[in-house]
């Protein structure tokens, strides 16, 4: 997991990634559709640019994933579309060790890659290794890292409107002067941009913060049931718990739950996947609305994004991807379990007219 950002979801997803221009105050079902049609695969009909017209593109995609489904979908993503796209697509996975992904990184420069993704890091540590794979004129795109270096393409989630979509829900579900928990983490750049939008929601609605505790691990959700019990040992009235990274969202329900405080506490998250959808839709979930992409739509944009950049036609140096705000009522109106179904019942999830044009094959999600 990335230092400075999430791998949600993400935290990721996630991001999750995860954005939403289109549901950022949306506070009763999801948000508004953008008008992007389902997710289906699109073949391409235009002619191939350099260097995608002479065969196979080496690309290396160098991760830095953490625990839960949001990552294992985003890399199928980026897998498929690196397929449709002819790109022989050599994936790292540093898992949460900042000194491997820097190793990582570097032999992905050595490697011959043509382009370099790399999926959140950490940027003191992976910033040199950065600069070198620019100044070897290697194609560089970052999804949810911070980083300076000129001529590198940054991708990432708009995780404040991801944060203020679910906190319009909370502040509606709440009302003014309710007193809250938090959970979360400083030092990611995804969770400190959700931070920020969490400060202004709370004095907004006039709402008294009783505890913040949190913290990311190899086992996110698992080690921060005992912190968030403990909080809610001490302030068992609260009315509302906002964890703004899905991990962090699943070890504050099953406090809540441990607690046996699901009729009274309301839980509020962020990022979406199958086994989120599953948790908010289980009986008596506490968990009543999150905010995100599909990760899987997100991984394949990236890869998009960095095909277009190697043949000199994305034309920008950074891509946002919209997310939308759901909620559990909506899932259980529509009898959600899963992305799949969630994707076919929110088409604003689906990312194909971003990073895209007629030579590349959009791959279904």
Not at 214 to 225: E, F, L, Q, Y
Not at 270 to 281: E, G, L, R, W
Not at 328 to 357: C, E, G, Y
Request: with cysteine; proline share 4%.
């Amino acid at each position: 997991m990335s230092r400075t950002r999430l791998p949600l979801a993400a935290l990721s997803l996630a991001s999750v990634s995860a954005l939403l221009l289109a549901g950022c105050s949306q506070s009763t079902n999801a948000s508004k559709n953008t008008g992007d049609p389902a997710a289906a695969a699109s073949a391409a009909t235009g002619k191939k640019p350099a260097p995608f017209d002479k065969g196979t593109v080496k690309v290396a995609l160098v991760r830095q994933s953490g625990a839960g489904d949001y990552f294992e979908q985003w890399g199928n993503g980026a897998k498929a579309q690196a397929k449709a796209l002819g790109i022989d697509l050599t994936v790292y996975d540093a898992q949460a060790d900042n000194a491997k992904q820097a190793t990582d990184l570097s032999s992905a420069i050595n490697s011959g890659a043509q382009a370099i993704i790399v999926d959140h890091g950490f940027p003191a540590t992976i910033q040199p290794e950065i600069d070198k794979a620019v100044k070897k004129g290697v194609k560089v795109v970052v999804y949810d890292v911070e980083t300076a270096t000129k001529g590198v393409v940054s991708t990432k989630q708009d995780d404040a409107s991801m944060a203020q979509a679910v906190l319009d829900v909370m502040a509606k579900n709440l009302g003014k002067d309710a007193k809250v928990g938090y959970v979360n983490v400083a030092g990611y750049a995804a969770l400190d941009k959700r931070d920020s939008v969490w400060k202004s929601t709370v004095d907004a609605n006039g709402w008294k913060q009783a505890f913040k505790v949190g913290k990311v691990t190899d086992s996110t959700a698992t080690d921060n049931v005992p912190l968030v019990s403990a909080a809610l040992t001490q302030h068992s009235d609260v009315t509302g718990v906002f964890a703004p990274y899905d991990e962090l969202a699943k070890g504050t329900v099953l406090a809540v739950q441990n607690k046996k405080l699901q009729d009274k506490v309301k839980v509020f998250g962020a990022d979406v996947s199958n086994a989120d959808i599953q948790n908010m839709t289980a009986p008596d979930s506490p968990w009543v609305a999150t905010a995100g992409t599909d990760p899987s739509a997100v991984g394949a944009a990236v890869v998009r994004t960095a095909a277009l950049e190697l043949a000199g036609q994305l034309n920008k140096s950074s891509v946002e991807f919209p997310a939308v705000a759901i909620t559990q009522d909506f899932l259980k109106s529509k009898n959600i379990q899963n992305m799949d179904q969630l994707r076919a019942a929110l088409p604003a999830l689906n990312l194909s007219r971003v990073s895209t044009a007629d030579w590349i094959a959009n791959v279904a999600h």
